[in-house]
């Protein structure tokens, strides 16, 4: 047997390794059990400290001002790590108390879960449509469930929540896989310069968004309409109107982080259950465990990899010195196999109780549209458990090239679904 590798020899931020063998969880195991809080150099003088047990994220992400969100949103291998935060200025992802409260409590009503359960049925109902292309007359058939359900159902909803005319969806969908993207080839505008790294990427598709939005807002203002777009386009933070640039980084971020996260959970969750059968048939045999698979789906999916926070003061964590202005990058998947916590966490169980996974997140920035993507995997979920005959891979899963957003691009099936 080989020997093990030097702690700070393992790789735990290149998007290489993701795409090509999915989330590192044999390294963040070994840092989780012999140096939870780890420092890792990155080219330029520019490190980290990387966070893998999940009583350290929680104790971190519970002091927002002691461990705050700027100037670095993740940690990147590519690009410019804290000047390239640019790409992300003024965005609620890294507003720190008092503003964060106040913009979030822009569009929260939006996300409650009464609001969100008003949904349920035209969640269904788009589902259903889907589906029902998906089954033909109920023969053997492949597809690409990335494609074909997974992404027009967690789009469609989004967009429609925020009064995107649906001529404008495939835009939607283009910027979404750019940012997700931005440092895999295969979403890379042509016109972005390769060597230039992701962050270009990043700014290009941000500068196309903002300029759709601002106008899409300029027509709500005059005319405004029951979805969000009006809704924060009309809104105000103490008492004056939303700044432009806050209010396109609103926008920005319920585009991306709106479906893409939703979609990734859902391809996750079902090549989950292929890999584990018997949990598939648990599943169909019991409706009434699809709160609990949705829960487990989402620990094990975990799809937004890490996110990043900076010291504002010295501080001392498992015998590391911590200074001022070091940073910290939060691994969300490490944590929700943590041994302390998940009793044989390395396995897939869709009856898992407790399950308190940090799948979207903790503390003030728990995740906004966390009631909308429970609602739309119940939905997939459950629609299939009632209807999948058949399911296998009819391929390989292919996998984003990113250490941010884990996803999966394609993903061939072979499935015969009862038609309706």
Known sequence: MSPLPPLDELDVIGPDTYMRDGYPHAAWKRLRKESPIHWFDLPGGVGFWAVTRRADIVWISKQPTRFINGPRLAIFEEGAPVEGERTFVRQLLNMDPPD??????????????????????????????????????????????????????????????????????????????????????????????????????????????????????????KDPRDDIVSVLANATIDGAP???????????????????????????????????????????????????????????????????????????????????????????????????????????RIDRRPNPHLGFGIGEHFCLGANLARLELRVIFGELASRLEEIELAGTPARLRSSFLGGIKRMPIRYRLLPE
């Open 100 to 221: 964060h409260a106040k913009y979030r409590g822009a569009a929260s009503a939006w996300f409650t879960p009464r609001a969100i359960q008003r949904r349920a049925g035209e969640v269904r109902r788009i589902a259903r449509d889907l589906l029902r292309e998906m089954a033909g007359e109920g023969e053997v058939r492949e597809g690409d469930f990335v494609r074909d359900l997974a992404v027009p159902l967690t789009l469609g909803v989004l967009a429609d929540m925020l009064g995107v005319p649906r001529a404008d969806w495939p835009k939607m969908f283009e910027w979404t896989n750019r940012v997700a993207g931005s440092a895999d080839p295969e979403f890379r505008a042509e016109d972005v310069d390769a060597g230039a790294g992701g962050v270009a990427a990043i700014e290009q598709t941000r500068n196309e968004l903002f300029g759709y939005f601002a106008e899409l807002a300029a027509e709500r203002r």
């Open 242 to 348: 939303m700044p432009p640039l806050e209010l396109l980084s609103y926008y920005f971020l319920l585009v991306v982080a709106g479906n893409e996260t939703t979609r990734n959970a859902a391809s996750g969750g079902l090549l989950a259950l292929i890999e584990n059968p018997g949990e598939w048939a648990k599943l169909r045999a019991d409706p009434g465990l699809i709160d609990t698979a949705v829960e487990e789906i989402v620990r094990w999916t975990t799809p937004v990899i890490q996110f990043c926070r900076t010291a504002t003061e010295d501080v001392e964590l498992h015998g590391k010195q911590i200074r001022k202005g070091d940073a910290f990058c939060l691994f969300y998947p490490s944590a929700n196999r943590d041994e302390e916590v998940f009793e044989d966490g390395e396995v897939f």
